[in-house]
């Protein structure tokens, strides 16, 4: 089994910058981490959970248009680590956000198999 465990998020004014982390982990974790697919996806209040970037080691980063060229995903493989750079945030960035892992890509469809626990970033006007 993988888990994945997520810090960082928090509230930022308009224009500021977050950082978001999702550490994979688990004892049974037997999977290299160079060859997992990972993404973020982000869910806010009333709306569907959607794709905002993914990664893996036979494909390169993909984003969603709407934070294209505002965030960036990055994998930390000496520390199993998926990270988020979000910068200029906006408040329609307001969400839950979730790390997600497979070992097939999934590109931003929502089939991954392995979640995070859920962080919430908030983008005050």
């Known amino acids: 089994q993988v888990q994945l465990i997520q810090s960082g998020g928090g509230s930022v004014p308009a224009g500021g910058s977050l950082t978001l982390s999702c550490v994979v982990s688990?004892?049974?974790?037997?999977?290299?981490?160079?060859?997992?697919?990972m993404a973020w996806f982000r869910q806010a209040p009333g709306k569907e959970r959607e794709g905002v970037a993914c990664?893996?080691?036979?494909?390169?980063?993909d984003y969603a248009g709407s934070v294209k060229g505002r965030f960036t995903i990055s994998k930390d493989s000496a520390t199993h680590t998926l990270i988020l750079q979000m910068n200029s945030l906006k408040p329609e960035d307001t969400a839950v956000y979730y790390c997600?892992?497979?070992?097939?890509?999934?590109?931003?469809?929502?089939?991954?198999?392995?979640w995070g626990q859920g962080t919430q970033v908030t983008v005050s006007s």
């Open positions: 990664t893996g080691y036979s494909s390169g980063a």
């Open positions: 997600a892992a497979d070992t097939s890509n999934r590109w931003l469809n929502l089939m991954y198999k392995f």
């Open positions: 688990g004892s049974t974790y037997t999977y290299d981490f160079d060859d997992l697919y």
